[in-house]
């Protein structure tokens, strides 16, 4: 049994991010909690946990990426199994956000599906949720419990200013995106552009034109998720038409769909800079793909929860 602060803590890992999970375990030194997730013959989820929470606060690591609904059916379950158990407090590290994108009603009879899984979140009997770059902020409205969002920016910052580009420039693929960018670009003391683009389906977007100057420059393209990578592709084509040096690409969250490794492997991109939000196959990786850790910063967030302690200076870039 860990003991932190005083407080015994437990922290759980429920398969969808492993690697994340066994790195937030060794900054918070406290081992991952046995815990038993298995499927009867008709694809039910059944779990156990294997070793005592009464009177605990706990942990438990689970993104919600593919496949996202068996992901949210163990994440809910796991909850339930330790709100019958005693545990103290149940604190979700959700590091992506499944259904974020549907945080409106875009058209008249469409559902607000990040507004259910919240509520079903809390149903199950969640006490907080830690996560990152929401898809959209109003999200954390949409939950009667602490939510935290915590932000990649700092981490991807730091990447790109050891590069120390000579003559760079941030890149927002939509204007939605705009205030994304300026931080980055605020971060290393350099301009931003901004793609016009329009989306004529979903995961199909067209360049209708560029705002800004990317001429003779590197350009570092920053959004929040790639998925598919037709957007991505399409708008660093775009910049190159338009007299850009080069382009880097970055995001928070690797979907990576479908085509997207391939479209990524084929591209004028030189890089793309993502974080271990998501935990990334084989068959997802490519030497284009530079993957950084977000494990200090879950961990930190942790320490400080049960510690009583603010979580404001991990929003921060430290020098």
Same mark, same amino acid.
């Given at each position: ?26 900054? @918070? +030194? ?19 946990? =294997? =070793? ?17 609904? +068996? ?45 259910? $899984? ?26 009667? @419990? ?64 560029? @705002? &800004? ?8 393209? $920053? ?63 490519? =030497? ?7 494990? +200090?910063?879950? &961990? ?8 009583? =302690? ?10």
């Amino acid at each position: 049994m860990a003991i932190l602060y005083g407080k015994k803590t437990k922290l759980f890992s429920l398969g969808s991010n492993a690697e994340l999970g066994e790195q937030v375990s060794n900054f @918070i +030194d406290v081992p991952l909690s046995a815990i038993s997730v298995t499927e009867f013959a008709d694809g039910e989820i059944s779990v156990n946990i =294997e =070793e005592t929470v009464r009177e605990h606060d706990v942990f438990i690591v689970q993104s919600t990426n593919e496949p996202v609904n +068996d992901n949210y059916m163990k994440l809910l379950i796991t909850i339930d199994a330790l709100k019958r158990a005693s545990a103290r407090n149940i604190n979700v590290i959700m590091p992506y956000y499944g259904y974020s994108r549907q945080d409106r009603k875009a058209k008249s009879r469409q559902p607000i599906s990040a507004k259910l $899984i919240a509520d079903l979140i809390q149903t199950a009997g969640a006490t907080r949720v830690l996560t990152m770059d929401l898809h959209a902020s109003q999200i954390q409205g949409f939950f009667n @419990i602490p939510i935290d969002n915590l932000v990649a920016f700092p981490i991807i910052a730091d990447y790109f200013e050891a590069k120390n580009f000579s003559n760079a420039v941030v890149v927002s693929p939509d204007h939605g995106g705009a205030t994304r960018a300026r931080q980055l670009a605020d971060a290393l003391s350099i301009p931003i552009a901004i793609i016009d683009k329009r989306r004529p389906m979903p995961n199909v977007a067209e360049v209708m034109g560029i @705002i &800004g100057d990317v001429k003779g420059k590197t350009c570092i393209i $920053i959004d929040d998720m790639i998925d598919t990578a037709g957007t991505l592709t399409v708008a660093a084509s775009a910049l190159m038409e338009n007299g850009a040096k080069e382009v880097y690409a970055s995001c928070t969250h690797p979907i990576f769909s479908g085509p997207a490794i391939e479209r990524i492997k084929n591209s004028v991109i030189k890089e793309v800079v993502v974080t271990n939000t998501i935990q990334l196959s084989a068959a997802r990786k490519t =030497e284009k793909v530079i993957q950084l850790s977000v494990s +200090d910063l879950f &961990g930190q967030a942790v320490l400080n929860i049960i510690n009583g =302690e603010p979580l404001s200076g991990l929003f921060q870039r430290r020098h």
